[in-house]
């Protein structure tokens, strides 16, 4: 699944081609990628054709851009598969393409929502009143992630000491910290040589930072090389593939040596995925 860094590339290309433009016309191909609208289709394409779409905003991992003027934001979230592509209209229909959003003006192009496995979706939401940034209310329970001006590392050591639970759960924990996923979860534990089931009541102040420099660090790598893609699933706007997946240092190299100490890396299951670790940098906790 795409995390902060995949969303974020996309965002900004959504900002580049779609911010300020009129919708002229929504077609749904499938109704499943728009399940998570209330209303159904028909309402899902009434509600866009001419709205005016302000700058796209993101939390975590979920994107969104408001309807200029009302209280309502078109939200994205891509899945497992999910592409949010800009295509000329007369481009070719893509095989799992489920939503196009038509522009009623002469700048050319057209939104595309593809899907394969159609986990993502597209849906309308009534936004927080009062919030700057058109939240949609569905999402206000996400917390702001480590890229954000406003995220509160204070009250993130606090949660993570108050919690009993391990370290890479606490990461992946969208109501804690926003945009973490597997991948990045990984790199910032080797990066910090903390293992994975690290109990997060043994977090000193200073650790935590350290953690959360990593894991901003990782992420912005991973920005400017526009994301990872491990195939053909995740792309940015233009369709083209992120690179970072060349620079990972734990994530994916079961067997091949740390590139710290040289120790070979290793895999263990994790639920339902799977962590990548240095047995010699990251040990184990202390049992007992």
Request: proline share 7%.
């Amino acid at each position: 699944m795409p995390e902060l860094p995949e969303v974020e590339v996309v965002r900004r290309g959504l900002d580049r081609w779609v911010a300020g433009r009129t919708v002229g016309e929504a077609e749904v191909l499938h109704p499943r990628a728009v399940r998570r609208h209330l209303g159904g289709p028909r309402d899902f394409s009434g509600r866009l054709a001419g709205r005016t779409l302000a700058a796209p905003r993101r939390r975590g991992k979920y994107l969104w851009m408001p309807l200029a003027g009302e209280d309502h934001a078109l939200l994205a979230h891509l899945g497992m598969s999910g592409q949010l592509l800009i295509q000329q209209p007369d481009t070719p229909r893509e095989k799992h393409l489920r939503v196009r959003i038509g522009f009623d003006d002469p700048a050319g192009g057209e939104l595309r929502f593809v899907d394969q496995r159609t986990f993502g979706g597209l849906s309308v939401h009534s936004t927080v009143p009062g919030d700057p940034e058109g939240l949609p209310e569905i999402i206000a329970h996400i917390a702001r992630d480590p890229l954000d001006d406003a995220f509160d590392e204070a009250a993130f050591h606090a949660a993570l000491r108050r919690r009993r639970t391990t370290v890479k759960r606490a990461l992946l924990d969208q109501t804690l910290i926003s945009g973490v996923g597997n991948i990045y979860a990984d790199e910032a534990l080797w990066r910090c040589r903390l293992h994975f089931e690290r109990p997060t009541a043994t977090l000193t102040r200073p650790r935590t930072a350290e953690l959360l420099g990593h894991i901003r660090e990782v992420m912005t790598e991973a920005l400017a090389a526009g994301g990872t893609s491990f195939d053909s699933l995740y792309v940015q706007v233009n369709g083209e593939s992120g690179y970072f997946a060349r620079s990972l240092d734990a994530y994916g190299r079961e067997g091949e040596p740390c590139n710290r100490c040289a120790t070979p890396l290793r895999r263990l299951p994790w639920m339902n995925r799977s962590s990548y670790f240095c047995p010699r940098c990251q040990r184990p906790p202390r049992t007992g």
